[in-house]
């Protein structure tokens, strides 16, 4: 019995190594995969290590164990990617922007009704939705049901992008017309004087969007109404703010303003606070829309705009860059 429990003893100490040689290599192995899918060029494989009599002894003894199958790894995600612009939806509008308004940049639309700015908002809020990219609509002077309709004749999928996630609502005009608001998901703002309790949603909002996507995009319909409540000096101060604290976030953002209801001077300095604006005007029976900032673009003359029912044609333009 003693002879016999030595041997045993012997076997179990040759397993135990047996197995802690397996857990080197699988950590090894481990190791070696995750390098390999950063790194740019392979590697050459090093010639094997000879094995020594006391790993021969092992293999022979514990026989199919040395086969023993590795837990699997699941390796890490790289983060996501943020492109250097993005496109708002309109062919030609993307072109004459060079493919797109750049990630993070805040974008005054000025114009007056039915002149596009809010087919522009819409096709926005749309492409985005198509390719997956959270977007945050704060409106003051619509109502949700009415927005949904307009995205909808564009992306049909709305309602499903609401429920999944991508799209929400900061809700300022339901209370000032004394009605509930028309989205479960929507945070509702008791008055539009209540800056302070928009911020705050806007950036919690914000937060939750970043926790599954390192960017996100934003619709604010309409400045108008502030312009209306607030004293200057405070409106001024709450779009510096508000401006700055989406760019900080990688949002890319829209800002929709009627023109013809302030003085030149008021739209200019909104203007200061941006990246860029596109100015809508119409002249008779025809509109045009000129491309202001935002870095790289083909025009900064005023392009003729072509209406359509859920987007716009343009003119023809310089197609060579201008800065």
Same mark, same amino acid.
């Given at each position: 019995?003693?002879?016999?429990?030595?041997?045993?003893?012997?076997?179990?100490?040759?397993?135990?190594?047996?197995?802690?040689?397996? $857990?080197?290599?699988?950590?090894?192995?481990?190791?070696?995969?995750?390098?390999?899918?950063?790194?740019?060029?392979?590697?050459?494989?090093?010639?094997?290590?000879?094995?020594?009599?006391?790993?021969?002894?092992?293999?022979?003894? +514990?026989?199919?164990?040395?086969?023993?199958?590795?837990?699997?790894?699941?390796?890490?995600?790289?983060?996501?990617?943020?492109? !250097?612009?993005?496109? %708002?939806?309109?062919?030609?509008?993307?072109?004459?922007?060079?493919?797109?308004?750049?990630?993070?940049?805040?974008?005054?639309?000025?114009?007056?009704?039915?002149?596009?700015?809010? +087919?522009?908002? @819409?096709?926005?809020?749309?492409?985005?939705?198509?390719?997956? =990219?959270?977007?945050?609509?704060?409106?003051?002077?619509?109502?949700?049901? $009415?927005?949904?309709? !307009?995205?909808?004749? =564009?992306?049909?999928?709305?309602?499903? &992008?609401?429920? &999944?996630?991508?799209?929400?609502?900061?809700?300022?005009?339901?209370?000032? =017309?004394?009605?509930?608001?028309?989205?479960?998901?929507?945070?509702?703002?008791?008055?539009?004087?209540?800056?302070?309790?928009?911020?705050?949603?806007?950036?919690?909002?914000?937060?939750?969007?970043?926790?599954?996507?390192?960017?996100?995009?934003?619709?604010?319909?309409?400045?108008?109404?502030?312009?209306?409540?607030?004293? !200057?000096?405070?409106?001024?101060?709450?779009?510096?703010?508000? &401006?700055?604290? /989406?760019?900080?976030?990688?949002?890319?953002?829209?800002?929709?303003?009627?023109?013809?209801?302030?003085?030149?001077?008021?739209?200019? &300095?909104?203007?200061?606070?941006?990246?860029?604006? +596109?100015?809508?005007?119409?002249?008779?029976?025809? =509109?045009?829309?000129?491309?202001?900032?935002?870095?790289?673009?083909?025009?900064?003359? @005023? %392009? !003729?705009?072509?209406?359509?029912?859920?987007?716009?044609?343009?003119?023809?333009?310089?197609?060579?860059? +201008? /800065?």
């Amino acid at each position: 019995m003693d002879q016999k429990d030595k041997a045993l003893q012997e076997l179990k100490q040759l397993i135990n190594q047996a197995q802690q040689l397996l $857990d080197r290599a699988h950590a090894k192995l481990t190791e070696i995969e995750g390098n390999t899918q950063n790194a740019p060029p392979l590697q050459q494989p090093q010639a094997p290590r000879p094995v020594s009599p006391t790993q021969h002894i092992i293999q022979e003894r +514990i026989g199919s164990s040395s086969r023993m199958r590795s837990p699997q790894t699941v390796p890490s995600q790289p983060p996501a990617a943020r492109p !250097e612009k993005m496109l %708002v939806g309109i062919e030609k509008l993307d072109d004459l922007l060079g493919a797109g308004i750049r990630t993070s940049s805040n974008v005054l639309l000025v114009g007056p009704p039915y002149s596009g700015k809010d +087919i522009l908002a @819409w096709n926005f809020v749309a492409t985005s939705l198509r390719d997956q =990219i959270p977007v945050m609509i704060i409106t003051t002077d619509k109502s949700i049901n $009415d927005i949904k309709m !307009e995205i909808s004749r =564009i992306y049909p999928e709305v309602e499903n &992008a609401e429920t &999944a996630g991508l799209l929400r609502f900061i809700d300022v005009y339901s209370r000032s =017309i004394q009605t509930q608001t028309q989205s479960q998901y929507a945070v509702t703002i008791d008055n539009l004087i209540n800056v302070s309790s928009l911020i705050k949603a806007t950036d919690s909002m914000a937060s939750q969007f970043l926790s599954v996507k390192p960017y996100y995009r934003l619709v604010f319909t309409s400045l108008t109404s502030y312009l209306n409540e607030l004293d !200057e000096k405070i409106y001024m101060k709450f779009i510096q703010q508000f &401006a700055q604290k /989406r760019k900080s976030e990688y949002c890319t953002s829209l800002y929709l303003l009627e023109a013809g209801l302030f003085d030149k001077k008021v739209v200019d &300095a909104i203007t200061y606070l941006m990246d860029g604006s +596109i100015t809508f005007k119409s002249e008779g029976s025809k =509109i045009y829309l000129r491309v202001e900032g935002l870095g790289t673009v083909r025009s900064r003359d @005023w %392009v !003729e705009v072509f209406l359509h029912e859920t987007t716009f044609e343009l003119g023809a333009f310089t197609l060579e860059k +201008i /800065r």
